[in-house]
C-alpha cells in the first residue's frame, strides 16, 4: 500500500473522512510520525467538522492501537459462544472459508443457503458495498435487505419529498424558529450544534420533541415529552391548526403541492383534543408549537430516524414531511426540513457493485428478521453467514432467538473485525479487517453536502487486510477469473465517481486526493424546493400520494399506532405496561466504542432511566439492580431514576456488548424482530416492558 510521503521532519498528515455512522462523517486530520498515527484532528478547513471531532471519534487512535485488535486470522476451537480461538494462516483461513462456501454451493442446497450479513460499520462505499456485492452476486449467494436503521422513514420521506434532500446544515444559522424532532443532536449530530447556536444569538427559539430529556432537549428553549411512536398525531393535530387559523402558505400550497384540499379535509379530523391523549401532550401546548412554527420565517425542522422505529414509522415521517410545504418553509434559506442529505449524492454504485451478475429469482432476506432466518426459514435453510460491518449478536433484534441460530452447530460462521465482539464469539474463522486508518474509501455523508476521500495514513497493523483484499482473495480461490475482481481500491473510488449527473461535475478521484473533500456542483445557498420541484412523480410535494395508493398505504398522512400500546394491544399493555425506547449512549456509536477503555469508563455501566412515578410504583431507587423483561427475553441493569423520561416510558442506552454487561445480556433481549409499515424496517422502540427490582439474596 502506497503512503503519502512525509516531510523533511519525518512527519505526514493525512486528510481522511470519519467512517461511522452520523450524519456528520467528519474530514480529519492524521499526524503520522515514525509510521505510527500520533494524532487526530478535525479538518479545520472543512466547512461542517470545522475542526474538531465528536467525544467518541476523538479516542479514534487508542481504538486503531487497542490491545484487543484482532491483527491474526483465528480458527475456533471451544464451543459456540465460548469466544475461544487459535492463530492460523491466511492461506488456511481463506482456504477453509473457500472450501466451505463452494462445498454449500455446490451441494445440496445450493448458493443461497449462503448468506452476507453487514450494514454501517463503515459507512466507506469501498469497505461497504463494492467488492462484497460483487462477490456475493457472482457466488448466487441470498441477498440481505438492509434494514435495520432508516428504511421505513426514507420511504416515508421520499414518498412527501421524493429525495433524501434536505435544508443544508449551513442554513439553520439562518433560521428563527428550529423544530427538534427525536433527534439527540448533542450526541449524534453535533456538528450541526454550531450553527443552531449561531441562529440562537440572532433569536432563534429552540423546542426538542423526544420522549426522553436528552442532552439537547435539556439545553432547547422548550422540551416536549411525548409518548413514543405518536409523532404523526402531533404533525396532524399541527396541521390542522395551521389550517384552521389560516397560517398555510395557500400561495406555495396551490402551485407546488398535490392534494392540498384533500389534506385539509384528512386534517379537520385531528384537533388538537384528538392528539393530546395519544401523545402524552397537552392541546394548548400542541396549537401553540403549531402557532410559533406557522408564524415565525424561517422555520426548519430537524428530524431523525429513532421516532420511525415502530409499527407506523414510515407513516410518522411522511406526515411530519408535509409540514414544511403547508407552511411554505422550502421557500426560505433557513426554512425546510433535513432527514437526510445522501440523495443527492448521485454516484455509481451500480459499477461498484454489479447488480447484473445476481442470479435470476435470488432470493432477498431481512436483516432485522436474523433470529428467524437462522431458525425457521428453510428451502434452502442458511448454512454458511458472512458477517462484516456488523455485529449482529449486540445489535440484531430478539436476541434469544439470534443467539440460539448463532449456536447451530451446521451453520458456518466467518466474521470480518477489529476486535472480539459478542458475534466473533460464535464464529467459526474470524479475519482481521483494518480500520479508517489503514485503507482507502470514499464517504459520502447522511447530513451534509461534501463527497470526502479517505486517504490511508499508516499501513495495516500485523496481517490486517481491507474488506475489499478479503473478497478478491476469496474470488480468486472460488475461481472467479472476471476482470472486475482485479480492480484495485482506488479503481473502484474511479468508478464510483463516474457519473454524468451534475451535481458530480468537477468532482475527481484527483481533485479529492488533492483537497481531501468536495462540496457537490449544487447552488449556494440551496434551496432546493424555493420554487418546487420536488423529484415526486409529479414535480409536487405530494399531500396526496398516488403511489401509496398502489402500493397499499393511505395516499393521506395518516396515524398508524404502535404495535405494542395501549391502544393497539391493551392485554399487552397491562402485563408489560411501560414503553421502553434505547438510543445510543453519549460515549458509544451503536455497539461501536464500548471496547475502548476510556470511553466506557466515561458511560459508567449499562443502566435504565425510569421515572419516579414508575419507580415509586415498582418499589426502585436509583443504584438498584432492575430485571426488564417481556416474552422474547430478559436482561439486567442499574436503574436511574430520573424525571428526565416522560412517565410510562424507560431508557436503556445502547448498544452495549452482551457481555461486558452485567448478565451477559443487553436492551437487544427485549426487541421485536416485527416490521414497520413501510420497506421492512426495524421497530426497536415498539417495545413493551416491565421492570422489577432485583432483592439482594439473604446472607445465609
Known amino acids: 500500500m502506497e503512503l503519502p510521503p512525509p516531510d523533511s521532519s519525518g512527519i505526514r498528515r493525512v486528510v481522511g473522512a470519519c467512517p461511522h455512522d452520523c450524519p456528520d462523517t467528519c474530514s480529519w486530520v492524521v499526524t503520522v510520525q515514525d509510521g505510527k498515527a500520533v494524532d487526530l484532528r478535525g479538518n479545520p478547513d472543512h466547512p461542517i467538522t470545522r475542526g474538531f471531532l465528536c467525544t467518541k471519534v476523538d479516542r479514534y487512535i487508542e481504538r486503531v492501537y487497542h ?49 452476507p450479513y453487514s450494514y454501517a460499520g463503515t459507512m466507506g462505499f469501498v469497505q461497504g458495498q463494492s467488492m462484497d456485492r460483487r462477490f456475493f452476486h457472482k457466488l448466487g449467494a441470498s441477498l440481505l435487505v438492509r434494514t435495520i436503521c432508516s428504511t421505513a422513514g426514507t420511504k416515508g420521506y421520499k414518498y412527501t419529498v421524493g429525495a433524501s434532500i434536505g435544508t443544508p446544515p449551513e442554513a439553520f444559522a439562518a433560521a428563527r424558529f428550529i423544530l427538534i424532532w427525536g433527534s439527540n443532536i448533542l450526541t449524534s449530530n453535533v456538528h450541526l450544534w454550531p450553527f443552531i447556536m449561531e441562529a440562537r444569538k440572532q433569536g432563534a427559539r429552540v423546542v426538542c420533541i423526544d420522549p426522553v430529556r436528552t442532552r439537547t432537549a435539556a439545553q432547547s428553549d422548550r422540551w416536549l415529552p411525548i409518548r413514543p411512536g405518536t409523532d404523526a398525531a402531533l404533525a396532524l393535530a399541527m396541521m390542522h391548526v395551521i389550517f384552521a387559523e389560516g397560517l398555510e402558505d395557500r400561495d ?48 426548519v425542522i430537524r428530524v431523525n430516524y429513532g421516532l420511525q422505529r415502530h409499527a407506523g414509522g414510515g407513516m410518522a415521517m411522511r406526515t411530519i414531511s408535509c409540514l414544511p410545504a403547508v407552511v411554505g418553509a422550502w421557500r426560505d434559506h433557513g426554512g425546510g426540513i433535513q432527514l437526510n442529505t445522501s440523495g443527492a449524492f448521485p454516484l455509481n454504485t451500480k459499477a461498484l457493485e454489479c447488480p447484473d451478475l445476481i442470479p435470476p429469482a435470488t432470493r432477498a432476506l431481512n436483516m432485522i428478521e436474523l433470529g428467524r432466518i437462522l431458525n425457521e426459514v428453510e428451502d434452502p435453510p442458511v448454512m454458511a453467514l458472512c458477517i462484516y460491518n456488523s455485529n449482529p449478536a449486540a445489535v440484531a433484534p430478539d436476541q434469544e432467538e439470534v443467539v ?35 485503507h482507502w474509501d470514499l464517504n459520502k455523508p447522511y447530513g451534509h453536502y461534501y463527497l470526502q476521500l479517505n486517504q490511508p495514513a499508516i499501513a495495516p497493523l500485523g496481517e490486517c487486510k481491507p474488506n475489499s483484499e478479503v473478497f478478491r482473495l476469496l474470488a480468486y480461490r472460488l475461481g472467479f477469473t472476471d476482470a472486475y475482481f482485479e480492480d484495485s481500491d482506488t479503481d473502484l473510488i474511479r468508478q464510483a465517481l463516474a457519473s454524468n449527473a451534475p451535481a458530480l461535475q468537477g468532482i475527481t478521484f484527483e481533485r479529492l486526493l488533492q483537497e481531501g473533500f468536495a462540496r457537490l456542483s449544487i447552488p449556494e445557498p440551496f434551496i432546493p424546493f424555493a420554487e418546487g420541484r420536488f423529484p415526486t412523480p409529479s414535480g409536487k410535494c405530494e399531500f396526496y400520494s398516488a403511489q401509496m395508493a398502489r402500493d397499499g398505504f393511505d395516499p393521506l398522512p395518516a396515524f398508524t399506532p404502535p404495535r405494542e400500546s395501549a391502544e393497539s394491544a391493551p392485554g399487552l399493555a397491562a402485563r408489560y405496561p411501560l414503553a421502553c425506547v434505547s438510543p445510543p449512549a453519549h460515549y458509544f456509536l451503536n455497539s461501536t466504542f464500548v471496547n475502548v477503555d476510556h470511553l466506557r469508563r466515561r458511560v459508567g455501566e449499562p443502566e435504565l432511566l425510569i421515572h419516579p412515578e414508575d419507580a415509586d410504583d415498582r418499589g426502585i431507587a436509583t443504584g438498584d439492580m432492575v430485571r426488564i423483561f417481556n416474552d422474547r427475553g430478559t436482561f439486567t441493569v442499574k436503574a436511574r431514576v430520573t424525571e428526565g423520561v416522560r412517565p410510562g416510558v424507560v431508557m436503556a442506552p445502547g448498544v452495549w456488548w452482551g457481555k461486558l454487561g452485567p448478565d451477559g445480556r443487553n436492551i437487544h433481549r427485549v426487541t421485536s424482530q416485527a416490521v414497520s409499515d413501510m420497506a421492512g424496517g426495524a421497530t426497536f422502540y415498539d417495545c413493551l416492558v416491565e421492570v422489577e427490582a432485583i432483592l439482594p439474596s439473604p446472607l445465609c
Open 404 to 438: 440460539r441460530g448463532l449456536k447451530r452447530e451446521d451453520l458456518f460462521t466467518v466474521v470480518l473485525e477489529q476486535f472480539l465482539t459478542d458475534t466473533t464469539d460464535y464464529a467459526d474463522i474470524v479475519l482481521p479487517a483494518t480500520t479508517q486508518f489503514e
Open 252 to 299: 406555495y400550497i396551490e402551485h407546488y403541492c398535490l392534494g392540498g384540499d384533500l389534506l385539509r379535509e384528512r386534517v379537520a379530523e385531528w384537533a388538537p383534543e384528538r392528539a393530546a391523549p395519544l401523545t402524552g401532550l397537552p392541546a394548548e401546548e400542541i396549537a401553540a408549537l403549531a402557532r410559533d412554527y406557522a408564524t415565525t420565517r424561517p422555520a
Open 67 to 115: 490491545p484487543g485488535r484482532v491483527l491474526h486470522p483465528l480458527r475456533r476451537v471451544g464451543a459456540k459462544g465460548a469466544g475461544k480461538f487459535a492463530r492460523i494462516t491466511w492461506d488456511e483461513a481463506l482456504d477453509e472459508v473457500a472450501s466451505r462456501f463452494l462445498a454449500i454451493a455446490q451441494g445440496e442446497y445450493g448458493p443461497q443457503a449462503i448468506l
